[in-house]
């Protein structure tokens, strides 16, 4: 496990009776320390974030690959139950929790209607947003984001991992 995903287990997960089982790294993602497991039962895919210099927010990969054939947006039939994007920057560490079922709402995950994304930004609180488009999607976003700090509400961070 990387530093920012030890980090939350340790906040987090271990202060919730949020227990990681079936872990996994991803080679092929590993710059974004890529992985799966499950918590609780539950599917999750994680990807830690990175600072990009240009824009606002920060940007993380949302892909997949069939055997050696080109990389392809997630899409609704695969076994996931939650996307996590683990985020910092300075002293600051946050995550969010998407649910598989927002993700396709937001045209994120394909559909048998519309093409999926293999990556995007994501706008911790932190971000100020500097377009009406970021804005709009951190709007959002902000629904599924906590941050670690001394005033977590450990109620609302079970409730991310439970809604569907």
Same mark, same amino acid.
């Given at each position: 496990?990387?530093?920012?995903?030890?980090?939350?287990?340790?906040?987090?997960?271990?202060? @919730?009776?949020?227990?990681?089982?079936?872990?996994?790294?991803?080679?092929?993602?590993?710059?974004?320390?890529? @992985?799966?497991?499950?918590?609780?039962?539950?599917?999750?895919?994680?990807?830690?974030?990175?600072?990009?210099?240009?824009?606002?927010?920060?940007?993380?990969?949302? =892909?997949?690959?069939?055997?050696?054939?080109?990389?392809?947006?997630? @899409?609704?039939?695969?076994?996931?139950? /939650?996307?996590?994007?683990?985020?910092?920057?300075?002293?600051?560490?946050?995550?969010?929790? /998407?649910?598989?079922?927002?993700?396709?709402?937001?045209?994120?995950?394909?559909?048998?209607?519309?093409?999926?994304?293999?990556? /995007?930004?994501?706008?911790?609180? =932190?971000?100020?947003?500097?377009?009406?488009?970021?804005?709009?999607?951190?709007? =959002?976003?902000?629904?599924?984001? /906590?941050?670690?700090?001394?005033?977590?509400?450990?109620?609302?961070?079970?409730?991310?991992?439970?809604?569907?």
């Amino acid at each position: 496990m990387d530093n920012k995903l030890t980090l939350i287990k340790t906040e987090i997960y271990d202060k @919730c009776a949020l227990e990681i089982s079936d872990f996994r790294i991803e080679m092929e993602s590993k710059e974004y320390d890529a @992985c799966r497991f499950k918590l609780n039962g539950r599917r999750i895919i994680s990807r830690n974030s990175k600072i990009t210099s240009k824009k606002a927010g920060q940007f993380v990969t949302f =892909w997949k690959r069939q055997g050696t054939g080109p990389i392809e947006p997630f @899409c609704e039939t695969d076994q996931f139950d /939650f996307y996590v994007v683990n985020v910092r920057a300075e002293n600051k560490v946050g995550q969010f929790v /998407f649910p598989k079922s927002v993700m396709i709402k937001k045209g994120i995950i394909s559909t048998a209607i519309i093409e999926g994304k293999r990556a /995007f930004r994501v706008y911790p609180s =932190w971000d100020a947003t500097t377009s009406k488009q970021a804005e709009k999607t951190q709007k =959002w976003q902000l629904d599924y984001f /906590f941050e670690i700090n001394d005033e977590m509400d450990f109620n609302k961070i079970v409730e991310l991992y439970t809604k569907q």
